[in-house]
């Protein structure tokens, strides 16, 4: 077995253990009690969640990404790099076979990520917010997530660094469930409660009200 | 050791921590775990704080309030909280913790839910804060002024100790008052009129302090031809067990309301002009009860709006030509999604009506919410935080600042004097009364 085959093994490996580590997760979180909200409602909850998840992730849509829309934008690009890096992973035993055109924009777009994420360390280090708040955790986290979309990036233009990039994905994947990264599976929880939430109560998401100006 | 937790009370015992630990895992539902996981620590809800907008510090961020009861959530539940507690900042509760949440927790968040409202991975810190001053309270630290409001509340039925004597004494005082100024001896206050299709509720300082409100509130009703009431077994619309996080104690207090409201069969609870008090019985009460009320709840505001919008009286907005701007109580706006209702309200009983910058649901909290005025031994803090409400209302040059909640009313006062603010502050409702053309009925 060649290299690249014994780490795309390796690879997989750390992936069905973050796996079983986010299902784990999950577990816990659904055997917990679930607050349902007995008030008369106001508006529709069905509306609030679906702002949450469209209208609401917009960058005007919230003083706090209107005031920081370049770190918000940053956040985007890095989490898009993410995505990218995870479609080029499972792509990977072709990637020589990728229409020149799609490779270009792959390399820009995990190049776009890798720099956002390591930007993010910096910034986290330089502000004195960001820097009160962080734990080492988020530095590290954010250091291997970049790492693995510089590895799709590294890999796009060099297949021959391909047992990079699975080496860090078996190590990321395998952190996942243990680091801030599992963040990506509470995310649709906490952005549906707040939906239900607030749209419950006629706050976000609803049409027009009869006493609008 | 700050000194004003030096008190007994205040100093951690194995069997206190035990207590707290064991309210956490108690409340530890999905959308409590979920708020506690999901924060990335961005630190983009900074400036959605007025306490970071007023004094920008790190301490101030609502991200750093909520890391400090997630350090001990991580302790308890995370596995590396466990094994690398250093790795992932988890912590003990112990007595320096103990410390850090009475100072988060109780001396510098309102539980305004801007920070919720701008998080851009809906961080229910909120939730988390509310949390923190529940176990707080079951290892007996509330603090003294909210603890003692909340106890007089559950013994007297209001939590200004008010007699039913003293109570009906002002109600029929304020009837005379009214009959006199609008010499016209139809107009009434009832009292535990069964069968009223309202039963309006009231703040006990309303009662003690400025029943020239409740004379608004009935001049409204009046003209509107209401059939309403105020019911003698309980009227205080306030619960600060929604403070402190005690649900025991809150579901008592909600209690209290809906046995009233049912013993007089009525259709309608109007909570008064009271943001807290609204959101306690309006969104909380039902759930801290266990089931749906038979009656609908609403605030004051809504019902304004609703008999402006009816054409149930007539309005002459020329007795109000003084620029008019308002401050949205959070707990009415951002936590109840009533906004459009008082822009309408005054839109008709005013002619000069400015918005203050930002309003509605981002609107700024005032700095008297989640109890901050019962606790006394925040004040200083709560007045240097107030800074971002007193340039926002400054910015408007209004001569009036409209509120509908006795703890902005309160607090607004104090921020006008402290800031020298040439301002009067007053209710929606007088207003809306002092707008009425009265037609003798």
Same mark, same amino acid.
């Given at each position: ?57 917009? *960058? ?16 985007? %690009? ?36 890798? %720099? ?30 970049? %790492? ?7 890999? %796009?233009?060099? *297949? ?54 | ?105 109780? +001396? ?52 200004? +100790? ?62 509107? +031809? ?110 109840? +999604? ?7 309200? @005054? ?61 902005? @009313? ?32």
């Amino acid at each position: 077995m060649d290299w690249i085959v014994t780490t795309r093994w390796i690879a997989a490996a750390g992936l069905v253990l973050g796996l079983i580590g986010i299902l784990m997760r999950l577990g816990d979180i659904m055997n917990r009690p679930f607050k349902k909200d007995l008030s008369r409602e106001r508006g529709r909850a069905g509306r609030g969640i679906l702002y949450a998840f469209t209208l609401g992730m917009a *960058p005007w849509e919230k003083e706090s990404t209107r005031l920081h829309w370049f770190l918000y934008i940053r956040g985007i %690009l890095f989490h898009v790099g993410i995505f990218t890096a995870f479609g080029v992973l499972f792509a990977s035993p072709w990637i020589d076979q990728f229409h020149q055109a799609l490779k270009v924009v792959l390399v820009l777009v995990t190049g776009a990520g890798a %720099l956002a994420g390591f930007a993010g360390i910096a910034i986290r280090l330089h502000g004195a917010n960001e820097r009160a708040l962080s734990i080492p955790d988020d530095y590290f986290s954010v250091f291997v997530c970049s %790492l693995f979309i510089t590895g799709a990036f590294v890999s %796009l233009l060099a *297949p021959a660094a391909l047992p990079f990039f699975y080496l860090v994905t078996a190590f990321m994947g395998a952190y996942i469930p243990l680091s801030k990264i599992r963040h990506c599976v509470y995310f649709f929880y906490s952005k549906f409660f707040f939906g239900a939430h607030f749209g419950h109560r006629g706050v976000i998401g609803q049409s027009r009200s009869k006493y609008a100006e | 050791m700050d000194e004003r937790f030096t008190a007994e009370r205040f100093q951690l015992t194995p069997e206190k921590m035990a207590v707290g630990l064991e309210v956490l895992r108690k409340r530890m539902n999905r959308q409590l775990k979920a708020s506690l996981e999901v924060c990335v620590r961005c630190g983009l809800c900074a400036e959605s704080c007025h306490y970071y907008v007023s004094n920008p510090k790190p301490e101030h961020v609502p991200a750093f309030r909520a890391e400090q009861l997630r350090k001990i959530y991580r302790r308890l539940e995370d596995p590396l909280g466990k094994s690398a507690p250093g790795w992932i900042a988890a912590a003990d509760l112990d007595q320096e913790m103990v410390e850090m949440l009475l100072l988060t927790a109780y +001396g510098s968040c309102t539980m305004c839910g801007r920070c919720v409202i701008n998080c851009p991975m809906g961080v229910d810190t909120r939730l988390i804060m509310r949390t923190a001053r529940a176990m707080l309270t079951a290892m007996d630290m509330t603090p003294e002024g909210l603890k003692a409001t909340v106890n007089v509340h559950l013994e007297t039925g209001n939590n200004m +100790g008010v007699t039913t004597e003293d109570f009906v004494e002002t109600v029929e005082w304020m009837e005379e008052e009214l009959q006199a100024e609008l010499d016209d001896p139809s107009v009434k206050i009832p009292l535990d009129k069964k069968g009223a299709r309202v039963v309006y509720t009231l703040n006990p300082r309303e009662v003690k302090y400025f029943p020239y409100l409740l004379q608004a509130a009935a001049k409204i009703f009046n003209a509107a +031809g209401e059939n309403w009431t105020l019911s003698t077994e309980s009227w205080d619309a306030t619960n600060y067990a929604l403070f402190n996080g005690d649900d025991a104690a809150a579901k008592k207090l909600a209690q209290n309301l809906e046995r009233a409201v049912n013993h007089l069969r009525a259709d309608v609870l109007v909570m008064a002009e009271c943001g807290h008090g609204y959101r306690s019985q309006r969104w909380e009460g039902e759930n801290w009860v266990g089931h749906g009320y038979p009656f609908r709840v609403m605030s004051f505001v809504e019902l304004q709006a609703q008999y402006i919008y009816e054409k149930r009286f007539e309005l002459d907005p020329t007795v109000n030509s003084q620029r008019v701007t308002f401050h949205d109580p959070c707990n009415q706006a951002r936590n109840g +999604g009533i906004v459009d209702e008082p822009r309408y309200v @005054l839109r008709h009983v005013c002619t000069d009506f400015v918005e203050m910058t930002p309003h509605g649901v981002e609107n700024y909290c005032c700095g008297g919410g989640g109890g901050m005025l019962s606790m006394t031994d925040f004040a200083k803090e709560r007045m240097a935080a107030a800074k971002a409400k007193a340039d926002q209302i400054a910015a408007t040059g209004a001569k009036i600042v409209a509120t509908s909640c006795h703890n902005c @009313l309160d607090q607004l006062d104090e921020i006008k004097r402290h800031y020298k603010l040439d301002v009067k502050i007053q209710n929606l409702s007088e207003l809306t009364s002092a707008a009425i053309v009265w037609k003798k009925q």
